[in-house]
């Protein structure tokens, strides 16, 4: 028995020496938290948004940017809740960014999609006071995030509204919802009052517009897209349809389907500092040339 305990004592003594081991000096990179800062101000249908930047504290030279929009089926979820995945990111050297945006009664699709480009345009103006680089923006989201994120990418109205150009490096999708939301509402038939329908309205014209699908063009920001292999039906569907129309204007986008993936999952595996997802999209992200 001795024997026994001291073979488990030694093998524990390994698996704790290993995971020390892990820690290496990026991990343990010195960062800086600024929250709750106001990125757009209330007006009078839509109160004051606000970002979460997180950075390191020491740097070279300016580190790219990760801006992140966060999911909930376009009623829910707040920056907070992704604040540890800002911490991973900061310590791996790159400046993250994760944003609220309108949500709740009185708000739809346009709101969001119009706050989300308001934060870019306030990352791109600022960031270089957090160490950022203002020319290497990347735009990210999961679920309705996702949908959010492609959105503003493609569609350059949104930063035509706010008279600048794109200035989009990339863009990272993660388990992206309603890239064919006009497929998927003509085909659910939602009875009226569905969160959705308070979202996208109940004119097909508006769904439309609201789908990345039908935005697609040659000068897009360059795409990373991830999908999960046991999402839901939905957004496996509409994922296969972008990847598919994209064939014409970006056929070398790489597409990363995580076979045992759902859907929470694809967002929550980055709560994991050593999930390999991190060194993926930096080796995509130092891949892109500005001018592209």
């Given at each position: 028995m001795k024997s026994e305990a001291r073979v488990t004592l030694i093998v524990l003594t390994i698996i704790v020496c290993a995971f020390l081991l892990t820690l290496s000096a990026c991990s343990l990179r010195p960062i800086s938290r600024s929250k709750h800062i106001e990125y757009q101000p209330s007006d009078k249908s839509v109160i004051a948004q606000h970002l979460n930047i997180?950075?390191?504290?020491?740097?070279?030279?300016?580190?790219?940017?990760?801006?992140?929009?966060?999911?909930?089926?376009?009623?829910?979820?707040?920056?907070?809740?992704?604040?540890?995945?800002?911490?991973?990111?900061?310590k791996k050297g790159i400046v993250y960014v994760v944003i609220d945006y309108p949500l709740g009664s009185g708000v739809d699709y346009s709101d969001m999609a119009h706050a989300t480009a308001n934060s870019v345009k306030w990352v791109k103006e600022n960031i270089s006071q957090y160490g950022g680089d203002p020319e290497r923006i990347f735009l990210?989201?999961?679920?309705?995030?996702?949908?959010?994120?492609?959105?503003?990418?493609?569609?350059?109205?949104?930063?035509?509204?706010?008279?600048?150009?794109?200035?989009?490096?990339?863009?990272?999708?993660?388990?992206?919802?309603?890239?064919?939301?006009f497929g998927y509402l003509t085909e659910e038939k939602l009875e009226k009052g569905h969160t959705y329908l308070n979202t996208f309205t109940n004119d097909p014209k508006i769904w439309k517009a609201a789908t990345p699908l039908y935005h697609l063009h040659k000068k897009m920001p360059p795409m990373l897209i991830y999908r999960g292999g046991k999402t839901y039906p939905s957004i496996s569907k509409s994922n296969e349809k972008f990847i598919q129309a994209l064939q014409e204007y970006a056929p070398e986008t790489p597409y990363r389907i995580q076979e045992k993936k759902k859907h929470i999952p694809m967002i929550t595996q980055f709560f994991n500092p050593w999930n390999r997802r991190y060194s993926e999209i930096m080796d995509f992200m130092k891949s892109v040339k500005i001018g592209h």
């Open positions: 997180f950075a390191p504290k020491k740097h070279k030279k300016a580190s790219d940017v990760l801006l992140f929009v966060h999911g909930g089926n376009w009623n829910s979820g707040k920056k907070s809740q992704y604040n540890i995945i800002g911490n991973h990111w900061a990210s989201g999961h679920s309705a995030g996702g949908h959010l994120a492609a959105l503003v990418s493609i569609d350059n109205q949104y930063f035509e509204n706010l008279k600048i150009g794109n200035p989009l490096a990339g863009t990272i999708l993660i388990d992206a919802a309603g890239l064919d939301m």
